[in-house]
């Protein structure tokens, strides 16, 4: 693989869309290819997974943590061998808002699932790829989850409570206190212009 691949992670209301357009039409007019993508979704099979799991159903519709990890990782497996391998089989520069580290925090310091059962799950569904940079774009569930109106709320931000929130922002910032070389963790409750120069900043640094 002689692309570069970057990963936007982060709680609910962080900006990880916003940032990531923004960092590939930053890339691009420095003359890089770069492709955006993200997570649950990014192919066919993906925005069909994406649908099931952040759907609001109704209380019999419940879906179990360990099922929430294995749609996740199904959609993960099929973005990764239909979009991100290939792209950085052709050296492209790849941007996805979230990967493999979400499930860590929402699925696993959120939900309690094991870390190294979802670890041994993730190295399946991606073959073993791991990004060459994370950034963390930092905010607190009071902050992000006030960005979000009720009724654009996914089944994570309407159904689970603040201390699940709380869990899974603690669970990001200890994976990235665990592998600082590929982690840079960025305020994300200021203004987008200034998260935004901190991201570039971190991306510059590895391409
Ligand atoms: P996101 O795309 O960030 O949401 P929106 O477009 O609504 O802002 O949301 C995906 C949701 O799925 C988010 O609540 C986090 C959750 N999620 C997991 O629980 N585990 C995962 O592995 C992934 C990728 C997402």
Redesign the pocket.
């Known amino acids: 693989m002689n692309g570069r691949f970057i990963t936007l992670e982060g709680p609910?209301g962080a900006g990880?869309?916003l940032q990531a357009q923004r960092l590939v039409a930053a890339l691009e007019g420095r003359g890089h290819r770069a492709r955006l993508t993200?997570?649950?979704g990014g192919t066919g099979l993906g925005e069909q997974i994406r649908a099931i799991?952040?759907a609001r159903g109704a209380d019999d519709a419940f879906i179990s943590a360990r099922a929430?990890a294995l749609l996740?990782n199904a959609a993960?497996a099929q973005l990764v061998a239909e979009v991100i391998g290939p792209a950085l089989a052709a050296g492209d520069v790849v941007i996805c808002?979230?990967?493999?580290d979400?499930?860590l925090a929402?699925?696993g310091y959120?939900a309690g699932l094991p870390l190294d059962e979802l670890r041994a799950i993730a190295a399946v569904a991606t073959g073993g790829l791991v990004p060459d940079l994370t950034v963390l774009l930092d905010v607190s569930p009071e902050v992000g989850l006030a960005r979000?109106p009720e009724d654009?709320r996914?089944?994570?931000?309407a159904t689970f409570d603040v201390d699940f929130h709380r869990r899974v922002r603690d669970g990001f910032l200890e994976l990235a206190r665990q592998e600082p070389e590929r982690w840079r963790v960025v305020g994300a409750e200021r203004d987008a212009d200034g998260v935004f120069e901190d991201v570039l900043a971190a991306a510059s640094a590895i391409l």
Not at 97 to 100: I, L, S
């Open positions: 609910e990880k869309t993200r997570e649950p799991v952040l929430d996740f993960r808002a979230r990967f493999a979400s499930t929402y699925q959120g979000k654009a996914n089944r994570f931000e």
